[in-house]
């Protein structure tokens, strides 16, 4: 009946901490220090070594330390008899809302532009940019949070998903066959997908050939989603007019990518949405008991679906 914390690279003694806060009694190990392997039944991952979870004789639960769990699908030697779950809380969600409008404001009203001409000390007034239709990929809780702050502020919101969605006041398009028409009016399209075998790669010329000319994208997804050389082609040809990305397929962003040096390329170091400690620590202990009192768990992922 213990917890391994297994998140290479990260100093976790701040998150045992906060288990321990709600459940003093609990046995709780941060990996490499894992002792007796078969104590473990609750590992919570980010990231964990590929085939390290067949050390634990006894592991029930790999709960993701995040709203993704494609780290755990990188591993081709998942065992099968495992349930994986992932956190799913409004303050996620309520920071991607407030990242993803903050993106779109910057650039309509050219925030970003104007900080260059502050440094050539340049004064050139310019009207701000006017499209108002944003087109969500991916319309799960975060996506739906999105959503509502953005009908709150007046934009008209689409939406595609893989599955049917009834959001009110957002248009609504499903399944590959849509995709085309979900995207073809848009001035701005977020992607908030979880990263799984079908969407891997969405974001490529073939996806920017069809959205409209001169729509932004913001992605907030994964870096797999991603082709890099086509949305530099697409920039170049003036399709999409730019981009504001948080997630690259490498990270850290590699010192000579030349996303950080392009003048239509805005990014963030995967900091839209960032787990809060506290909120996950709830999560994660209200599961854990679920598992040693036999009951469903939350936030399960469908491992048919990949999220
Ligand atoms: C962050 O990217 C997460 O999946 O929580």
């Not at 067949?54 to 993704?68: C, D, E, I, M, R």
């Not at 075998?197 to 010329?205: A, G, R, S, Y």
Request: glycine share 6%; charged share 20%; aromatic share 8%.
């Amino acid at each position: 009946m213990t917890i391994l914390i297994l998140i290479p690279g990260r100093d976790c003694r701040d998150l045992a901490a906060a288990l321990k806060k709600n459940d003093p009694t609990l046995d709780i190990r941060i990996w490499p220090n894992d002792g007796e392997q078969a104590d473990i039944d609750y590992i919570i991952s980010w990231n964990h070594p590929a085939g390290e979870l067949h050390n634990y004789p006894n592991l029930k639960v790999v709960a993701s330390f995040g709203a993704g769990v494609d780290h755990i699908f990188n591993d081709p030697a998942l065992p099968e008899n495992i349930t994986i779950t992932r956190l799913v809380d409004d303050c996620l969600a309520r920071q991607m809302s407030d990242y993803v409008l903050g993106a779109i404001l910057n650039h309509r009203l050219r925030l970003t532009e104007y900080r260059e001409y502050q440094g050539a000390g340049v004064w050139s007034p310019k009207e701000s940019r006017t499209g108002n239709h944003v087109c969500l990929l991916g319309l799960g809780n975060i996506g739906q949070e999105v959503t509502h702050s953005l009908t709150a502020q007046n934009f008209k919101v689409s939406g595609w998903s893989q599955n049917p969605k009834n959001i009110k006041g957002v248009t609504s398009f499903q399944g590959d066959d849509e995709l085309a028409k979900a995207i073809s009016d848009a001035d701005y399209i977020v992607c908030l997908l979880p990263l799984t075998p079908q969407t891997e790669n969405i974001l490529d010329k073939t996806f920017f050939a069809r959205a409209k000319k001169g729509a932004y994208l913001i992605n907030v997804g994964r870096g797999g989603h991603l082709n890099e050389d086509d949305l530099l082609d697409a920039i170049y040809n003036e399709q999409i007019s730019g981009a504001c990305l948080d997630v690259f397929r490498t990270e850290p962003l590699p010192d000579a990518h030349p996303f950080w040096r392009h003048p239509k390329i805005y990014i963030t170091p995967h900091s839209a949405s960032l787990t809060n400690i506290e909120q996950a620590a709830l999560q994660l202990i209200e599961n854990h008991r679920k598992m040693q009192n036999n009951q469903p768990l939350s936030n399960q992922v469908d491992r048919t679906q990949g999220y």
